[in-house]
């Protein structure tokens, strides 16, 4: 493998890196703090799972389970309000955009093997229209 095709693959692996991370990055941190409120509310509000044990007093901790709870529910209606608003409609219109969007890939390919078939060799200074 060259030099230049290594550097090539290298910059095609950050451009995919870079593309996943800007697409995805969303989603990835609200399903984190989706995980972490939901914790939050098992662990806090429904006790099926231990809590974790500290040394502070009583009225401490319960002033802070009342803030965590408040913050893990906030966000929870936040999750869904964002999928209500931006996700959903989003999923809707690509499914609705997808046979317009892949006939016309179709058509671009069939042009594109059209062009291939009936291109004529030109001389290297000489510019023609694909028509000719």
């Given at each position: 493998m060259s030099e230049t095709e290594k550097v090539s693959s290298y910059e095609f692996l950050v451009w995919r890196i870079k593309r996943w991370f800007s697409m995805y990055a969303v989603s990835v941190m609200l399903f984190v703090g989706l995980l972490l409120s939901v914790w939050a509310v098992f662990c806090i509000d429904i006790p099926l799972i231990s809590k974790i044990p500290c040394t502070l007093s009583d009225k401490t901790i319960e002033g802070l389970n009342?803030?965590?709870?408040?913050?893990?529910?906030?966000?929870?209606?936040?999750?869904?309000?964002?999928?209500?608003?931006?996700?959903?409609?989003?999923?809707?219109?690509?499914?609705?955009?997808?046979?317009?969007?892949?006939?016309?890939?179709?058509?671009?390919?069939?042009?594109?093997?059209?062009?291939?078939?009936?291109?004529?060799?030109?001389?290297?200074?000489?510019?023609?229209?694909?028509?000719?």
């Open positions: 009342r803030a965590f709870l408040a913050l893990a529910y906030s966000y929870i209606a936040g999750a869904i309000i964002y999928g209500m608003t931006v996700k959903f409609p989003y999923c809707l219109n690509k499914q609705r955009l997808a046979p317009v969007i892949n006939a016309k890939v179709k058509n671009l390919g069939s042009m594109l093997n059209w062009v291939k078939a009936n291109r004529k060799v030109m001389n290297k200074g000489e510019m023609r229209p694909l028509g000719v």
